[in-house]
């Protein structure tokens, strides 16, 4: 400890600017101590300051506070707090010598912006209150709409939400957490109704007092802010009646008035500036039953303080806990958290959905499960061991209420396919704005595909061993999923709990769950900050030396005569224009490859191969089987016979998407070839114009005839 004593003493000396008036030594085995004088553009300042044993690392309990320099005369000052030291917050470093002088640099800053120069912030600092002691009282306050006028005085009501003891440097800390929930009975704070309902069935309300002031209380004296620390600072601000009121509760010791410490609340507002023009801010002090600083001579006397200085003001903390702050770190986008959004099915997806929903600020959710708790559902989905054979959207609406004080959950118990088709259209349609599917369950997709539901509907789904998410919109949902699954990579789910008959399950982690799930809805966010549409897509998660995961939108293509559909990744297009425009004003094209089903009479185009060998003019374009036909086949085998020939693409440069002669006899050709594993080949083709790709055709061949696709 000697040597960074002596170490701390020698970089302070290297500064011209500092002197040492009090020698470095190590105090209670854990802070170096010692005063420095700072002589700097002609001020001189002393410092009490202290360096953490563990420096450069930050001090145990707080973050980004390393050293402390300390001036008490400087209370008051932007940027000190209320101990006197100067809040720096320095960069992270592990470099001894290198952040030590980073610290000084920014001490010399504070005296320069703070101290010679007065500097005002762009953004407003309410000064907080000193909190000390061992019992650490927060109030969290939210939105109300109420009006305030200066002068004006009333009651509020709050609740104990938390209260629980910590241990810090072998002294027990007991912190207590409430909720404010109403001025005067009448104007609410906006938390939502089940919040109040938790609350309320947990614990008793209580009330205090509250007194608008206008103006935060504070004391200027020579540029210096100061929050008013004792009782005959603060007695000027208040009228005699109100100090009447808290005199003759305190008196009557009125235990609805009384909260768990033994003291009355009285909150103090006032407003400052805002991004938004001004707010409200409250202060929190508590006033003592036992220990009262008011005294009256008699019933007819005036409240007066028992000692003309006063007692000193305990005051608690507190904290703006509106939407708005509650979220600021972070949420979703408008579209979904006003929206009011159902979730069916919340196993494994679905429980995991609605926790990053209610993280992410919605207001409005309802559950949709019929099931239990097993103990199978505990290592991916969102439940403990508390709720086991519970049901699944009782345990799961406790634990998201718990979460936000702005969630709303309703929650039901039974399947959907219980309602008929013209009652569930009319209830969805009244309840809901966006539905998320999570059961993967074919009766559900089915009953809303059939429905005229007018919000959005998002069907989420895992294949086994978590290699795909994939995420189906529109009216055809069931067709879409099943194609999905049909031809991505998705082995039978095929893990069975326990012993005798039953339905098998997707193996998947808890991790592999949240990560694909959170790409899904991080892509359904973005999509709907822009767009009112959103397409279906899927994430990909193939395992490999370089494992990479990839969102793949999907344009879907329907043929009516034929009943056939197109999935189209849309990436593809621009890959397809760069290519094209290689080329341009000449035509020039490639094949597609991708997964048939023939089960679901579709194609899902995945990627394009291009020709080796080709000739081409500004209206022809001719390309040479050559190595194509041995690509195919390697990429048949590699996937064992999944990938694999689906059709044709060319560019029509200054003319428009249809197909010519040459096409039409071209496409029937390869439909008749039995050298090609498909007797439905399809075609796109592109309309180049001042080489972008303007406009796009799809088309499939059988039985000799061209048919497009809508």
């Known amino acids: ?45 002393n410092f009490e ?52 002088r980073s610290e000084i640099t920014l001490l010399k800053k504070w005296i320069h912006n703070y101290f010679i120069h007065n500097r005002e912030d762009d953004r407003y600092t309410y000064l907080i209150p000193p909190i000390k002691g061992s019992l650490l009282t927060t109030l969290y306050f939210g939105e109300n709409d109420k009006k305030f006028n200066v002068g004006e005085y009333g009651e509020f009501s709050y609740v104990l939400h938390a ?27 906006k938390w939502s109704i089940d919040f109040q309902k938790n609350t309320k069935l947990n614990n008793t309300s209580r009330t205090g007092l509250w007194y608008y002031i206008g103006e935060e209380p504070i004391l200027i004296h020579e540029r210096k802010r100061k929050l008013v620390d004792y009782w005959n600072e603060l007695i000027k601000y208040l009228p005699e009646t109100f100090l009447e009121n808290v005199y003759r509760i305190s008196r009557k010791r009125n235990s609805t008035f009384i909260s768990q410490s033994n003291e009355i609340f009285i909150l103090l507002g006032y407003k400052i500036p805002s991004e938004n023009g001004y707010e409200t801010h409250w202060n929190l002090l508590k006033f003592p039953i036992k220990t009262s600083p008011f005294q009256k001579k008699n019933r007819r006397d005036k409240v007066r303080l028992k000692s003309p200085e006063g007692m000193k003001i305990c005051w608690g903390r507190t904290v703006n806990c509106n939407y708005d702050r509650f979220f600021g770190r972070g949420r979703l986008v408008d579209r979904i958290t006003n929206s009011k959004i159902l979730i069916i099915g919340i196993g494994a ?9 209610v993280r992410g600020g919605v207001k409005n959710l309802a559950l949709d499960d019929f099931d239990d708790v097993e103990s199978g559902n505990l290592c991916r989905a969102n439940y403990t061991l508390k709720n086991l054979n519970h049901s699944k959207v009782d345990s799961l609406k406790y634990f998201l209420v718990s979460l936000s004080p702005f969630i709303n959950i309703s929650s039901r118990r039974f399947k959907i396919n219980c309602i008929p088709k013209k009652n569930l259209e009319l209830e969805l349609n ?46 055809s949902i069931t067709h879409d999923t099943a194609v999905l699954y049909d031809t991505l990579e998705n082995e039978p789910a095929n893990y069975f709990e326990g012993t005798g008959c039953g339905y098998p399950t997707f193996n998947a982690s808890f991790n592999d769950v949240g990560t694909l799930l959170n790409i899904a809805i991080k892509k359904i966010n973005q999509t709907l900050a822009t767009s009112d549409v959103a397409d279906s897509f899927y994430v990909n998660n193939l395992s ?53 089903s023939e089960k679901f009479q579709s194609v899902v185009v995945v990627d394009i191969i291009l ?14 089987p050559n190595s194509l036909n041995e690509r195919l086949d390697l990429i048949f085998k590699e996937s064992d016979g999944r990938l694999q020939y689906l059709g044709e693409f060319h560019s029509h440069p200054n003319s428009p998407a249809i197909p010519s002669f040459l096409d039409i006899t ?19 083709i592109g309309e180049m114009d001042n080489n972008n790709l303007k406009n796009q055709e799809f088309f499939i061949s059988y039985n000799s005839k061209l048919y497009q696709y809508e």
């Open 666 to 684: 071209t496409m029937n050709r390869i439909a008749a070839s039995k050298k090609v594993k498909t007797d439905k080949p399809i075609l796109m």
């Open 430 to 475: 009244k309840n809901f704005d966006i539905i998320f599917d999570c059961s993967t369950d074919t009766e559900v997709t089915s009953l809303l595909d059939s429905i005229n539901f007018r919000g959005r509907v998002f069907s989420l789904g895992l294949t086994n061993n978590a290699k795909y998410i994939t995420c189906n919109t529109g009216t």
């Open 163 to 189: 209260k629980k003891k910590k241990d810090i440097n072998g002294t027990t800390i007991v912190y207590e957490s409430y909720f404010k929930k109403s001025f005067d009975n009448k104007f609410l704070d």
């Open 544 to 596: 490999n030396a370089n494992t990479q995961i990839n969102i793949i939108d999907l344009k879907s293509l329907y043929q009516k005569e034929l009943n056939h559909y197109l999935y189209f990744p849309c990436q593809l297009f621009g890959k397809i224009e760069a290519v094209l425009q290689e080329h341009f004003p000449k035509e020039f094209g490639g094949i597609f490859i991708g997964y048939k």
């Open 1 to 45: 400890m000697a040597d960074i004593a002596q170490k701390i003493s020698l970089l302070f000396e290297e500064d011209e600017s500092i002197s040492i008036l009090k020698s470095f030594s190590l105090v209670n085995n854990f802070w170096v101590k010692g005063t420095i004088k700072v002589d700097f553009n002609g001020v001189s300042l």
């Open 49 to 100: 300051t202290a360096v953490p044993k563990t420096y450069p690392m930050t001090q145990p309990h707080v973050d980004n506070v390393s050293i402390n320099f300390i001036n008490t005369d400087l209370i008051g000052y932007s940027h000190i707090n209320n101990d006197g030291s100067v809040c720096l917050h320095p960069t992270k470093d592990d470099n001894f010598e290198r952040k030590f």
């Open 611 to 624: 020709p080796s060998k080709f000739s081409n003019r500004k209206t022809e374009f001719i390309r040479y």
């Open 349 to 357: 997806l679905g429980s995991n959905l609605a926790e990053i929903l």
